[in-house]
């Protein structure tokens, strides 16, 4: 089993940013790739992006590259979003996902560990 804990979303205006975290704890972080996902009010989840296991290799929506930035810090068993130029778009909960499979992966059915969500909310 993973656990996974998000923080670090809250309130921002268009244009502001925010770093999401997600510390992951009972297997060993670095045998999994990680994901960000989202799920806007009255809308389906989406991918975001994802980040492989040891980090060398990422993958982002067309929504929000150029924007976003998956990192990881295995040392630390955590995951990181960090989210500049926000848009009221972007409002939604974010959720980290852990999954074993090899390569990015950008369905959500590929995931086996999910976080509880945290919520983002861009004011215009």
């Known amino acids: 089993q993973v656990q996974l804990v998000e923080s670090g979303g809250g309130l921002v205006q268009a244009g502001g940013s925010l770093r999401l975290s997600c510390a992951a704890s009972?297997?060993?972080?670095?045998?999994?790739?990680m994901g960000w996902f989202r799920q806007a009010p009255g809308k389906e989840g989406e991918f975001a992006a994802s980040?492989?296991?040891?980090?060398?290799?990422?993958i982002y929506a067309d929504s929000v590259k150029g924007r976003f930035t998956i990192s990881r810090d295995n040392a630390k068993n955590t995951v990181y979003l960090q989210m500049n130029n926000l848009k009221p778009e972007d409002t939604a909960v974010y959720y980290c996902?852990?999954?074993?499979?090899?390569?990015?992966?950008?369905?959500?059915?590929?995931?086996?560990?999910w976080g509880q969500g945290t919520q983002v909310t861009v004011s215009s």
């Open positions: 009972g297997r060993t972080f670095s045998n999994y790739a």
């Open positions: 980040i492989s296991w040891s980090g060398a290799n990422t």
């Open positions: 996902a852990a999954t074993s499979l090899p390569h990015l992966r950008v369905g959500g059915g590929s995931y086996n560990y």
